[in-house]
């Protein structure tokens, strides 16, 4: 169905020729599915846009073939490209809510696509645009076809992204990234779709991911990209169980499963012996009946119900669950940015719940408890160099100046392994990993005694992950740090955390060590985040 042939991409910049793409060689065959792996920047997207010929001002196709069902894309007419584009070969994009016009309803938008392919006109637009929803599973698609963006929840945003791009019924589907973001469930109901709607209708697809565990469970083949070219390629099972590449063998290593330990995550030579950490049998933070309810339109919304949980000194604690259950919530009231409605939080035995969230920033204990936020790149000022956002705590709450605080930034920086040359970039300069540990630096800027990390590695690639993890266990060994670990993956909550909690619809629904909730949850809710979860194939081969 598709064929690509010594495929070159380059951009032109102001610092002279980026070549994105090398000279790379692929086919797709009628109803496979072809995942195409790597990390940030190793030429994955550039690849997908230039097949669609959407590529941003400056890029350009400079050599090779791409033939789909015998027709030439590098030099068909943009007129061609047009009714290609949607009818025949379509595309789910990484941000659904970017791809989305915030102002306009959705129905309205999958009407645009059925009547710009003439495949419905203005009487029977609605009616079709309705089907479509109900086509990707979308409960109540007549009152769904009213909604903006805005109103539906990140897991139906994608939904109505696949309803847009399958509804002309496309013979070739690219999805670029279509789960970054999601939560687990989430995760696996959108990609059992798209995997569904791909058979039932005798699709093909390219799936494009850094995620090998989802490539893995839902791809035919897979490519492995590194550097703008194709280093390997086979099925998902040889990829990993024999990886070839050395490459391939470190995305095989950093993907997290069970079995696995936070250290075999790195390369071997990068291994080194876990610090020892301790464990105190003493509270330091204690949660009783903590309950946070929200007026809204048709009345009260109760985010957390009524949870109590403690979290020891130099403990690791696992809060899990889907979006909207509650996490986000009541970490922002442990760290004070959000005032619960009822119950106590008390730290050290003093309840810091009474404290209004305002006048907490004042208070002797606030440096005591920091937050590592999820999205690294939203959390940092975009005009503040990495030295400048390491340093605002130290100046604003530690009155730190001069000399010493510069000392301090600098030791921070070898503290979390951020070269010291990148201290004076700003965020846009600095990758995703970099800017995490800019955020983890800060936090514990201040000595803290207790950090809340909210899902920090959830946009990061693998390897990049495997580092940040590797050195928030180091960290909670040489500062003595205790943690409440937010996420939905519940792989890098088993490798991080002693302990798990697992909420549903603001409640707890079960908790305990972490070993025995993997191995044998006792709640439904929390085996079906297990069975969720990607399962890549067991690695047979040791790496060399």
Do not use: W
């Amino acid at each position: 169905m598709l064929s690509v042939r010594d495929l070159a991409v380059s951009f032109q910049t102001r610092n002279g020729e980026v070549r994105a793409v090398r000279g790379i060689t692929l086919e797709l065959g009628k109803g496979e599915i072809l995942g195409i792996v790597g990390e940030s920047g190793s030429g994955k997207s550039v690849t997908s846009y230039a097949l669609m010929r959407i590529l941003d001002a400056g890029g350009s196709i400079t050599a090779g073939e791409v033939t789909y069902s015998g027709i030439d894309l590098r030099r068909a007419a943009e007129r061609d490209m047009r009714d290609i584009r949607g009818r025949e070969i379509s595309m789910i994009f990484q941000n659904p809510r970017a791809a989305l016009n915030p102002i306009r309803k959705v129905g309205h938008q999958i009407e645009d696509v059925l009547r710009q392919h003439g495949r419905a006109t203005r009487a029977d637009a609605r009616q079709k645009a309705i089907e479509a929803l109900k086509a990707v599973r979308i409960k109540d698609a007549e009152a769904r076809y009213d909604a903006y963006p805005f109103e539906l929840s990140g897991g139906m945003c994608q939904r109505v992204v696949c309803a847009i791009a399958l509804a002309c019924d496309p013979r070739l589907l690219i999805a670029d990234e279509p789960t970054t973001g999601l939560d687990i469930t989430t995760q696996k109901a959108v990609m059992d779709l798209v995997r569904d709607l791909i058979r039932d209708r005798g699709m093909s697809s390219i799936l494009i991911t850094h995620d090998l565990g989802l490539a893995a469970q839902y791809c035919d083949r897979i490519v492995v990209m590194k550097d703008g070219r194709i280093v390997e390629q086979g099925d998902p099972v040889q990829i990993f169980s024999a990886p070839q590449h050395a490459y391939t063998r470190k995305l095989v290593d950093a993907t997290p499963r069970e079995g696995e330990s936070i250290r075999s995550l790195l390369p071997p030579d990068e291994r080194h012996p876990t610090l020892p950490h301790k464990v105190h049998n003493r509270p330091l933070i204690e949660v009783k009946d903590l309950t946070k309810t929200y007026q809204g339109k048709s009345g009260p919304v109760h985010a957390v119900r009524g949870i109590s949980f403690r979290v020891d000194q130099g403990q690791s604690v696992g809060l899990v669950g889907e979006s909207g259950c509650g996490k986000s919530t009541t970490s922002e009231i442990l760290v004070r940015l959000l005032d619960p409605t009822s119950g106590a939080v008390l730290f050290d035995g003093h309840d810091i719940a009474g404290i209004p969230a305002r006048r907490f920033v004042r208070d002797t204990r606030r440096k005591d408890i920091q937050m590592v936020f999820q999205d690294a790149t939203d959390s940092l000022n975009p005009r503040h160099s990495a030295r400048q956002s390491i340093a605002e705590p130290l100046r604003r709450l530690a009155g730190m100046r001069g000399a010493k605080l510069t000392a301090r930034v600098e030791e921070l920086a070898v503290l979390v392994g951020l070269p010291l040359a990148l201290l004076d970039r700003f965020p846009h300069q600095l990758s995703g990993g970099q800017k995490a540990r800019v955020g983890i630096a800060r936090a514990v800027a201040l000595e803290p005694r207790f950090l809340i990390l909210d899902e920090p590695t959830a946009a990061l690639d693998v390897s990049i992950q495997a580092l940040v993890l590797n050195l928030l266990v180091d960290l909670r060994a040489k500062l003595g740090l205790s943690y409440l670990f937010v996420s939905h993956d519940l792989h890098v909550v088993r490798l991080l955390c002693d302990y798990v909690i697992v909420m549903k619809d603001g409640q707890i629904v079960e908790e305990g060590p972490a070993d025995r909730i993997m191995r044998n949850p006792t709640h439904p809710y929390t085996q079906e985040l297990l069975d969720a979860a990607p399962k890549p194939p067991a690695r047979r081969v040791a790496a060399e």
